[in-house]
């Protein structure tokens, strides 16, 4: 019976040192979100007049579904493009018309989930809007989807005009039959927009800034942003109308990683 009792209360005595190493360990800590640099602000805070229609916080972009670090429809960009954009947009206002931003900063992670998405050839649910014309295995060779973002540095900014006063964009409804994103106005996604001849985020050449095939209204409403733009310190790129990289830029070498969320850019 010693034997036992003495077993029994070794075993008793092993059984409390783990208990009290369970209750005594540290929790395991979630590692905190990064927050923006101090140079970053919500475009709201500098220009509250900028219209704001943000595509990937919502399902409808070329994915077909909300965009990995969007947690609220904001648009996040550095102070020097962010100002830029309100000596723009006052400009734009007294001539009638304002700015329309789709997407400004953009973190990593959502980059991430584009190139998970483009390596998807099975996954063809918007192609009928956003690529008719382009064969998925095709996006990374002809420059539509890119491992790096210049959005992701923070002074590039996806955006439009709309005449004034603006009418409410259509509503997006999923499921519908899509239609191409460079059909006529009347046609596409009611937008809202001026008619720039596509749609935002087209994989389309007819989406290249100048393309001749693009004339009348459509040429003279994207040569109007772009001599906008050009004069508040932007550069477009030619390959998308909507497009612009405000120089000189704050990160020109760092890609960040930061939700896009209020509190990324609390007290900023």
């Given at each position: 019976?010693?034997?036992?009792?003495?077993?029994?209360?070794?075993?008793?005595?092993?059984?409390?040192?783990?208990?009290?190493?369970?209750?005594?360990?540290?929790?395991?800590?979630?590692?905190?979100?990064?927050?923006?640099?101090?140079?970053?602000?919500?475009?709201?805070?500098?220009d509250s007049t900028i219209i704001q229609e943000m595509r990937y916080p919502t399902a409808h972009n070329f994915m077909g579904e909300p965009v990995d670090g969007y947690r609220q429809p904001l648009c996040i960009l550095t102070r020097p493009a962010a100002e830029a954009l309100h000596r723009a947009q006052l400009r734009l206002l007294r001539q009638g018309y304002s700015l329309k931003v789709?997407?400004?900063?953009?973190?990593?992670?959502?980059?991430?989930?584009?190139?998970?998405?483009?390596?998807?050839?099975?996954?063809?649910?918007?192609?009928?809007?956003?690529?008719?014309?382009?064969?998925k295995s095709r996006l990374f060779a002809d420059g539509y989807i890119a491992e790096k973002s210049g959005h992701s540095r923070g002074s590039t900014v996806d955006l439009t005009l709309v005449r004034l006063p603006a009418l409410p964009p259509g509503p997006y409804r999923p499921g519908g039959k899509p239609v191409p994103c460079y059909a006529p106005q009347g046609d596409r996604f009611p937008d809202n927009s001026v008619d720039m001849g596509t749609g935002f985020d087209c994989f389309d050449t007819l989406s290249h800034t100048d393309d001749p095939r693009i004339q009348g209204v459509q040429r003279a409403n994207r040569q109007f942003l772009k001599k906008t733009l050009t004069k508040a310190g932007f550069v477009n790129l030619a390959e998308e109308w909507w497009h612009y990289t405000f120089q000189p830029e704050a990160f020109p070498d760092t890609y960040f990683d930061f939700p896009v969320a209020r509190r990324s850019v609390a007290g900023h």
């Open positions: 019976m010693t034997a036992i009792a003495t077993a029994f209360r070794a075993l008793a005595a092993t059984a409390a040192a783990l208990f009290a190493v369970t209750v005594t360990a540290p929790a395991a800590q979630a590692e905190p979100e990064p927050k923006a640099p101090r140079e970053f602000v919500s475009l709201r805070s500098v789709y997407d400004c900063y953009r973190p990593q992670r959502a980059v991430d989930h584009f190139v998970r998405w483009a390596k998807d050839l099975d996954d063809e649910t918007m192609k009928g809007e956003f690529y008719p014309r382009v064969d």
